[in-house]
């Protein structure tokens, strides 16, 4: 037998050493720490400071502005959300199918998510303009319509127009996260329902839906949560008008600190707190148990 001979480090050495990576830890996490400090911990700080003077929140409630602003959002919440899922769950339908026209439809519906959103917005202002905008001008051309809508001078339109935005904008996003989730369904269940005599319907109804329902229902909650918080929809399109009749809480608390408001601004911003909160954690929620809580 061979006797293997071993060296002991001396304990002062291994201290050492240690000392030394956490010193080298510490000075690489300072970067970040200060980064952390002052642009996430001091801002939410100062802004729960500001927050905090109940003041501020019996002027909120009663300016009419907001409650516009508060019920505009729930509108928009619940016709955006809901009208953009389900068109993203049929069109998910559509682009599943295997043919190269489909792939190349896909490759083109995408493109409007995809884009940055302050040209493509801007630009749909600059179509929606009533006196010198581009549908206005052809509604004119192929009907004879003199004078067109007042796409962004009536409170109405001006809101359905910030809804058709906003779906138009995001929704090739969902229905990407949804089309894969379909084609994540095997194939077999689709033929054995085909053999069973099963119609479109039934193999939707039987097959797709049960299969992403958890995914459906996971989206909607995150697209809820991404709506509530869409600033450019309405504020690039409309700037909140006309006469702040489409204002959101996502852009209303601009219009405060154009007022030199800050602290509503603010308070605006944590009333939104109940809307979002919930819904946080309903997400992390079903994300903890894959989707089936």
């Not at 508060?70 to 619940?78: D, E, G, P, R, W």
């Not at 190269?100 to 083109?108: E, F, H, N, S, T």
């Not at 910030?162 to 969902?174: G, M």
Request: proline residues 6%; glycine residues 8%.
């Amino acid at each position: 037998m061979t006797a293997t001979t071993v060296h002991a480090i001396p304990a002062a050495a291994g201290g050492s050493h240690r000392r030394t990576w956490a010193t080298w830890g510490a000075i690489l996490l300072a970067p970040y720490i200060a980064v952390f400090l002052v642009l996430v911990a001091y801002p939410v700080g100062y802004g729960l400071y500001l927050g905090a003077n109940p003041a501020s929140y019996r002027r909120l409630f009663a300016d009419p502005i907001f409650t516009t602003a508060a019920v505009n959002t729930i509108l928009f919440l619940l016709i955006a959300v809901n009208v953009k899922m389900v068109i993203a769950l049929g069109l998910s339908g559509f682009f599943a199918v295997p043919r190269w026209w489909i792939r190349l439809l896909l490759v083109l519906f995408i493109l409007p998510w995809a884009v940055p959103s302050i040209p493509t917005i801007l630009s749909f202002r600059v179509m929606l303009n009533p006196e010198t905008g581009m549908i206005n001008q052809q509604l004119f051309q192929l009907f004879g319509i003199f004078e067109g809508p007042p796409w962004l001078t009536n409170p109405w339109l001006a809101f359905f127009g910030t809804v058709v935005v906003h779906i138009w904008k995001s929704l090739p996003f969902w229905t990407l996260i949804l089309l894969t989730g379909r084609l994540a369904i095997a194939r077999d269940l689709y033929e054995a329902a085909a053999v069973d005599g099963a119609s479109r319907w039934q193999r939707f109804r039987f097959v797709t839906w049960p299969s992403v329902v958890a995914l459906y229902v996971t989206s909607t909650i995150l697209s809820t949560i991404w709506t509530l918080g869409d600033f450019n929809s309405v504020y690039l399109l409309t700037g909140g008008g006309p006469n702040d009749s489409t204002q959101v809480l996502a852009t209303l608390g601009i219009r405060y600190l154009r007022n030199n408001a800050l602290d509503l601004g603010v308070a605006s911003i944590i009333v939104a707190m109940p809307l979002v909160l919930p819904l946080v954690f309903v997400m992390v929620k079903r994300l903890s148990k894959g989707g089936e809580a």
